[in-house]
């Protein structure tokens, strides 16, 4: 084997002989494979992309995770406490060889993708179509909450000999995408493996998920437009586009508290993004409900029809709603 530096590990990755591949002029050259997911990435976008860029080193295919974007409070959180640097930003995905996990959606990828080289996709949203590739390729897309749940389970027998940051990374992707086990998207597979990793690591989950959730809560150092785009998705209902915004906190009322500001720069926010709408929904985890932010007419709509809401003022609280995948997005209708 061969050791090398990490750049997004505080530590060594071992790369065996045969990463290498011998070029045209017979000099050894590496392929790096470009990691990455989402935009507005999150804490399984961030966390997926390094662990799978890790685990393809492992196993002799040298790998890189990138990010999309500026990873969210608790994403920095968590990739911190495990002792990894942030992944580097990635300017263009024209020409590179590349793995995209939790995500198969192109509205959340670099906008030359269809440029680059997709060997593989990893991710637990819906097929949305779009994507083409240059030749047949790897696709595991698994209905769990978590695509690191998945890729754990691809790891099989070697996720017992995983550092103990990798399994940190995993337990934390799955504790952030089922809000610790109140998402209706969790699966017993998750929640197994969750505890199995935290009896493993010595991790109490409830005590580290509200660490997890303490941070992603602190947004008081993003503007307005920050917090719109943070942890959103693209999606549309017939002709009209939507930018589907989720702010997951312990305390929604920080949140709520801007509530002015927020709805003005809305209108900013869709027209620099293309969209005719950006929808806000600040999901309160410790009550399980969200609170739909009502600028205008259209919203007010969407929120009758989608949610069989009674809509009286420019919030509009959602009981049991938590979960864009589940709840928000197939809901969504006008």
Request: charged share 20%; proline share 5%; with cysteine.
């Amino acid at each position: 084997m061969i050791a090398t530096h990490s750049p997004y590990a505080r530590g060594t990755v071992y790369r065996t002989e045969n990463a290498f591949y011998k070029a045209p002029n017979q000099q050894k050259e590496i392929i790096m494979i470009k990691v990455f997911g989402h935009k507005a990435p999150d804490t399984d976008a961030t966390g997926s992309a390094i662990i799978w860029a890790w685990y393809m080193s492992q196993n002799g295919t040298p790998a890189t995770p990138y990010v999309l974007g500026t990873p969210n409070t608790e994403a920095a959180f968590v990739i911190d406490r495990w002792g990894y640097e942030t992944p580097e930003l990635l300017t263009t995905a024209a020409g590179a060889d590349v793995v995209i996990v939790d995500t198969n959606n192109p509205a959340e990828l670099p906008a030359d993708i269809a440029d680059a080289n997709i060997t593989e996709i990893i991710d637990h949203h819906l097929l949305v179509g779009g994507l083409t590739t240059k030749g047949p390729i790897n696709i595991t897309i698994k209905p769990v909450a978590s695509t690191a749940t998945i890729m754990a389970g691809m790891m099989g027998d070697d996720l017992a000999s995983a550092p103990t940051g990798i399994k940190g990374l995993i337990l934390s992707c799955i504790l952030s995408d089922t809000l610790e086990f109140r998402s209706p998207t969790t699966t017993d597979v998750d929640v197994e493996l969750a505890k199995s990793l935290a009896n493993d690591l010595n991790v109490n989950i409830e005590a580290y998920a509200g660490e997890m959730f303490a941070a992603k809560s602190d947004v008081s150092a993003f503007s307005d437009a920050e917090l719109l785009r943070m942890d959103s998705k693209e999606y549309a209902v017939g002709e009209t586009k939507l930018r589907v915004s989720v702010l997951e906190t312990t305390s929604p009322e920080t949140v709520l508290s801007r509530k002015d500001s927020l709805m003005a720069e809305m209108t900013t926010v869709a027209s620099e993004d293309g969209v005719d709408q950006v929808l806000l929904f600040v999901v309160d985890i410790l009550n399980e409900q969200a609170s739909l932010l009502v600028p205008n007419d259209l919203v007010k709509a969407l929120a009758e029809k989608s949610f069989d809401a009674t809509v009286d003022g420019d919030i509009v609280i959602l009981p049991g709603v938590v979960s864009r995948k589940k709840q928000i997005i197939p809901n969504l209708a006008l």
